[in-house]
């Protein structure tokens, strides 16, 4: 099974500050078969990037993913209110499709 | 709108059955695999089950921690997914999403890219 880890567990930021969330895989994730979710409380996940580095349909470009092989990262560019929420990375390239155990992003 | 609506949970005793549904609209639910997939606040989002397209046979996977005890069906008419949950541990108390599948012609399943909100499965005396 493939671990993901992502450290750390929270990043505590202002709005407009830049956000970096990393996500590790324990091997090869190939072709960037790596996605990035986001969650607010309450909420289901919702699909920002996929393939590593694609923005799925509606998501604001101040999101961005990038990397491949066994490190990946997400990268808001400028925090805005409703960005403050829990991140998760998803690999979907060897059964069972597993998930890193997500990044809070708060407010500082 | 494409949409997921996942219902059936609710409260059941270790070692009893539950049958959740999801069913879908917006979208040519046939076309698509589906995906069950749990959060706990301990273990954080657990990938638990898939079912194929008509397709593809309608074949199923499995987490190892499900597997034997839950059985992922669909009725491509009711445009509905369902988990079958039986010999149900109090690890399974989570809640339950499922999830559409993302299918690329070229390279096949890929992402989830419709989540449902969840219905909430506890298991306890």
């Known amino acids: 099974e493939t671990v993901l880890t992502q450290p750390p567990g929270t990043l505590s930021l202002a709005p407009g500050e830049r956000a970096t969330l990393s996500c590790r895989a324990s091997?090869?994730?190939?072709?960037?078969?790596l996605a990035w979710y986001q969650q607010k409380p309450g909420q289901a996940p919702r699909l920002l990037i996929y393939?590593?580095?694609n923005r799925a349909t509606g998501i604001p470009d101040r999101f961005s993913g990038s990397g491949s092989g066994t490190d990946f990262t997400l990268t808001i560019s400028r925090l805005e209110p409703e960005d403050f929420a829990v991140y998760y990375c998803q690999q979907y390239f060897t059964s069972p499709w597993t998930f890193g155990q997500g990044t809070k992003v708060e407010i500082k | 709108e494409v949409q997921l609506v996942e219902s059936g949970g609710g409260l059941v005793q270790p070692g009893g059955s539950l049958r959740l549904s999801c069913t879908a609209s917006?979208?040519?639910?046939?076309?698509?695999?589906m995906d069950w997939v749990r959060q706990t606040p301990g273990k954080g989002l657990e990938w638990v089950g898939r079912?194929?397209?008509?397709?593809?046979?309608?074949?199923?996977d499995y987490a190892a921690s499900v597997k034997g005890r839950f059985t992922i069906s669909r009725g491509d008419s009711q445009n509905s997914v369902y988990l079958q949950m039986s010999s149900l541990k109090t690890e399974d108390t989570a809640v339950y999403y499922c999830?559409?599948?993302?299918?690329?012609?070229?390279?096949?399943?890929?992402?989830?890219?419709?989540w449902g909100k969840g219905t909430t499965v506890t298991v306890s005396s």
């Open positions: 091997q090869s994730v190939s072709a960037g078969y």
């Open positions: 999830a559409r599948v993302y299918y690329d012609f070229w390279s096949g399943p890929r992402h989830m890219d419709v």
């Open positions: 393939g590593a580095s």
């Open positions: 079912s194929t397209n008509k397709a593809d046979s309608y074949t199923t």
């Open positions: 917006g979208f040519t639910f046939s076309d698509y695999y």
